[in-house]
């Protein structure tokens, strides 16, 4: 079974930093690009980074862009996201998604709840 | 990087068809065929429904097809059915290993 597991999501004060993980299994990981996600409650998708299969194509969204880092360990199966520098308007539930070979998102996981709240 | 811009709302009656409409610009919509749309029910996550602007994956219902002109992409859905009910969102490539999502529609069926 494609299982994509996120971790790491907790609640944290203003300025503070976390890191989310997100664990694959059952799909070829290490051949596609993969992405994170986000949706604040009640609100929209809004897409926060991605990376390349070999990490050499990196995206931010303007709105994390030199706070958050994307990185992957191919050897492990993984994706992590470190956000510093959170703001109250980083609280949203962050979805790991794999993008498939059409460019298109067609493997979700479940997500993990950040909230920045003092 | 600015939402793509969708209406808040869509109704219709089951059996009859409605398209969604997702508006860009010259750098992302227009400037790529990399549009994709997803289906969105409460507390499940999102699915792939449409990419590559008109493509369906294996198991999405030929009742979803995707179209566009200019800087805007379509979404129709025919022979709306209750389980249709849900929020749809496009995304289109934007350059630059960036993407950008719609604003989202919310699909009632009367």
């Known amino acids: 079974e494609v299982k994509l597991v996120e971790s790491g999501g907790n609640l944290v004060q203003p300025g503070k930093s976390l890191r989310l993980s997100c664990g694959a299994s059952?799909?070829?990981?290490?051949?596609?690009?993969m992405h994170w996600v986000r949706q604040v409650p009640g609100k929209g998708l809004e897409w926060v980074s991605g990376?390349?299969?070999?990490?050499?194509?990196?995206g931010y969204a303007d709105s994390v862009k030199g706070r958050f880092t994307i990185t992957r360990d191919n050897a492990k199966d993984s994706l992590s996201l470190q956000m510093n520098s959170l703001r109250p308007e980083d609280t949203a539930f962050y979805y790991c998604?794999?993008?498939?070979?059409?460019?298109?998102?067609?493997?979700w996981g479940q997500g993990t709840m950040v909230t920045v709240s003092s | 990087q600015s939402a793509l811009t969708q209406p808040a709302s869509v109704s219709g009656s089951p059996g009859q068809s409605i398209t969604i409409s997702c508006t860009g610009t010259?750098?992302?919509?227009?400037?790529?065929?990399?549009v994709s749309w997803y289906q969105h029910h409460p507390g499940k996550a999102p699915q792939l429904m449409i990419y590559?602007?008109?493509k369906r994956p294996s198991g999405v219902s030929n009742r979803f097809s995707g179209s566009k002109s200019g800087n805007t992409a379509s979404l129709t859905i025919s022979g709306l059915q209750a389980e249709d009910e849900a929020t749809y969102y496009c995304?289109?490539?934007?350059?630059?290993?960036?993407?950008?999502f719609g604003t989202g529609t919310k699909v009632t069926v009367l």
């Open positions: 995304c289109s490539y934007a350059g630059f290993s960036i993407y950008v």
């Open positions: 998604v794999r993008q498939s070979a059409n460019d298109a998102f067609d493997i």
């Open positions: 590559d602007v008109t």
């Open positions: 059952g799909l070829d990981f290490d051949d596609y690009g």
């Open positions: 990376i390349s299969w070999d990490s050499v194509n990196i």
């Open positions: 010259g750098s992302d919509i227009g400037n790529y065929n990399y």
